[in-house]
């Protein structure tokens, strides 16, 4: 998948929006103001970083070993609940999108019931 093709289905995730919090990269996907999905798209180093569960982001790890690393630019503790993903084939699309729906399910389960009700009140408008 090409960086359009990805930043896409990012976004046709219910209440999904992009944003540029860092400035010009990462391109940030977000829902209810949280991050699940940071796309950086240097052709030399096309990559994504994702959220996950610990369980979820080790079972990726090994896996893909090399392809699929702890989110590089996180903090230690953070880090087993990040997943960078190396776009370098490796990984099929379907498994990245795989990759992507997990992630915005952990952050979608994390937003307070009024963020929740808001983005379905919307997506109902």
Same mark, same amino acid.
């Given at each position: 998948?090409?960086?359009?093709?990805?930043?896409?289905?990012?976004?046709?995730?219910?209440?999904?929006?992009?944003?540029?919090?860092?400035?010009?990269?990462?391109?940030?996907?977000?829902?209810?103001?949280?991050?699940?999905?940071?796309? !950086?798209?240097? %052709? +030399?180093?096309?990559?994504?970083?994702? *959220?996950?569960?610990?369980e979820t982001? &080790?079972?990726?790890? #090994?896996g893909y070993?090399?392809?699929?690393?702890?989110? !590089?630019?996180? %903090? +230690?503790?953070?880090?087993?609940?990040? *997943?960078?993903?190396?776009?370098n084939n &490796?990984?099929?699309? #379907?498994?990245?999108?795989?990759?992507?729906?997990?992630? !915005?399910?952990?952050?979608?389960?994390?937003?307070?019931?009024?963020?929740?009700?808001?983005?379905?009140?919307?997506?109902?408008?």
């Open positions: 998948m090409n960086m359009d093709e990805i930043l896409q289905y990012c976004l046709l995730k219910k209440g999904a929006y992009l944003d540029f919090p860092f400035g010009d990269i990462p391109l940030c996907v977000k829902v209810g103001n949280r991050l699940f999905a940071q796309i !950086y798209p240097d %052709p +030399e180093d096309y990559k994504i970083t994702l *959220n996950c569960d610990r982001g &080790e079972y990726y790890r #090994s070993p090399g392809t699929v690393v702890r989110g !590089y630019h996180c %903090p +230690e503790i953070h880090q087993p609940y990040f *997943n960078t993903i190396h776009l &490796e990984v099929s699309d #379907s498994e990245l999108l795989v990759m992507i729906d997990h992630s !915005y399910s952990v952050v979608y389960k994390k937003l307070s019931k009024s963020v929740k009700e808001e983005i379905i009140n919307n997506e109902n408008n």
